[in-house]
């Protein structure tokens, strides 16, 4: 049963078709015996995204065959004399040259002369890396390094037997007067599936490599300003146990602001650098696990040459970015410590405030309960004086024998009066306040 045929056809996700073909994109090369091939690596310039394909599309035009699709991430095309194999990753593209081997010596044939020259020289992007492979029958008897290093026009060679020596490899890894690396392969029993799986991952682990030793320059730059960052860290450090106020703490908390900013900074500018670097190492090593060499006696073995030189590469971007992010924890430590002590000393300082205020209060108190006695007294006194002008009237009149006796009784009599209702008059403030809504 066809699930399109159903009445009710599955919801399919709409990347379903594109990641199930994630499978087959950039296949390797099916390559016949003899071969040749010459690989570079470009990485393009991001102010021009689409000048790459239309580079490309010129050359298609010109040989006046099939271009590749504008969204295209690889293109596999045979021009002939040629076939031309292009690929786009993430940080570069790589472009692969495939033609017949033909009689000569090996590395006598010039495959790039098979591409228009201004084509060539105007290509878009930076090259980081570029190989010439040879892919020839072993011959008869097994050739010796002194033999072979003529190939490689002198330098020290590299080889060992890979494929359950199936395949035996040369190399010098160096750059040579034509400036491109080169490797040999001598087949022994390799199929031509099997041959385009090996050039494929010696390809790729030389563009890996280059890849790889990008994010050196950038660790070796930045050293000196970690260092830097580091004593300054310290210096600040050793300065939290000498602070004497709180315009000290502050300096120091500006100046550890300051650091923090600036090593976050290199963290966000060489990040993505490390980050590659770690995930290109890991591709190097299980390309050179899938060789599966056998060492060749005397001579190195690729992995043996380049774990030496890679793995030194690969510690040092490590070891300066575990540096960053160290430096940064140890300045958010200490950043953290310094608010703490400013926490506290802000703390006391809150806490002699209250007292002080508290003492404040104290006085206040005091003098409110001086003043309401005064104020007792003085309210007193006129009331006692009102009640002194009504008995000399009282008197006048005949009401009351002795002014000065109504007088003097009337002096307690005010006083208790006045101090009742100070009193009463306090209670009702009180007892509004605390009726009243709080905020």
């Known amino acids: ?9 599955l919801q399919f996700h709409p990347e379903r078709q594109a990641l199930f073909n994630e499978l087959h994109t950039r296949p390797f090369p099916v390559l016949e015996t003899p071969s040749h091939l010459v690989h570079w690596v470009l990485l393009p310039d991001p102010m021009q995204p689409g000048a790459e394909y239309q580079h490309l599309l010129q050359l298609c035009q ?20 040629f076939e031309l194999r292009w690929e786009r990753h993430t940080e570069f593209s790589t472009y692969t040259l495939i033609g017949q081997q033909a009689a000569g010596a090996p590395f006598s044939q010039d495959l790039l002369a098979l591409l228009p020259e201004h084509w060539l020289q105007s290509l878009p992007g930076q090259l980081i890396s570029c190989n010439q492979l ?12 002194d033999q072979m290093r003529a190939h490689f026009e002198g330098q020290r060679l590299i080889s ?5 020596g199936q395949a035996r490899l040369w190399s010098a890894y160096r750059i040579h007067s034509d400036g491109c690396g080169r490797l040999l392969i001598h087949n022994r029993g390799l199929n031509p599936c099997q041959s385009g799986r090996l050039v494929r991952s010696l390809l790729e682990m030389a563009t890996y490599r280059m890849m790889l030793l990008l994010a050196l320059p950038q660790a070796k730059a930045i050293a000196p300003q970690i260092k830097a960052m580091e004593q300054q860290l310290g210096t600040a450090i050793q300065q939290i146990n ?6 000290d703490e502050r300096r120091l908390l500006d100046e550890l602001g300051r650091l923090a900013a600036a090593i976050e900074q290199l963290i966000a500018t060489h990040n993505y650098r490390f980050s590659a670097t770690r995930a290109y190492h890991e591709l190097v090593s299980n390309r050179l696990a899938e060789l599966r060499e056998e060492e060749c006696q005397g001579l190195q073995t690729f992995s043996e040459f380049l774990q030496r030189r890679l793995t030194p590469a690969w510690r040092t971007s490590e070891a300066a970015e575990q540096r960053l992010h160290d430096l940064a924890r140890r300045v ?14 802000i703390e006391t300082q809150n806490q002699q405030l209250m007292q002080a205020m508290d003492k404040r209060g104290h006085l ?10 005064l104020s007792v007294a003085a309210i007193s006194y006129y009331l006692v004086g009102l009640c ?25 009599l005010c006083v208790g009066l006045v101090w009742y209702g100070t009193r009463r008059l306090k209670r009702s403030l009180h007892l509004h306040e605390s009726k009243a809504p709080q905020p």
Do not use: W
């Not at 010109?62 to 004399?81: K, N």
């Not at 958010?332 to 000393?345: G, N, P, V």
């Open 242 to 247: 000498q602070i004497r106020d709180l315009a």
């Open 134 to 145: 040879e892919l020839l029958a072993a011959p008869d008897s097994e050739p010796s390094p």
């Open 388 to 412: 002194k002008y009504l008995a000399e009237s009282a008197k006048a009149l005949g009401l009351i024998g002795s002014s000065a006796l109504a007088t003097g009784i009337a002096v307690p």
């Open 332 to 345: 958010q430590r200490a950043s953290e410590l310094l608010r703490a002590r400013i926490d506290l000393t």
């Open 62 to 81: 010109r040989h006046a065959v099939l271009p590749p699709a504008a969204d295209s991430s690889c293109y596999y095309q045979s021009f002939g004399g």
């Open 364 to 373: 206040q108190l005091r003098l409110q309960q001086t003043v309401e006695g």
């Open 1 to 9: 049963m066809s699930l399109s045929a159903n009445t009710q056809p």
């Open 160 to 164: 060992s037997r890979v494929g359950d």
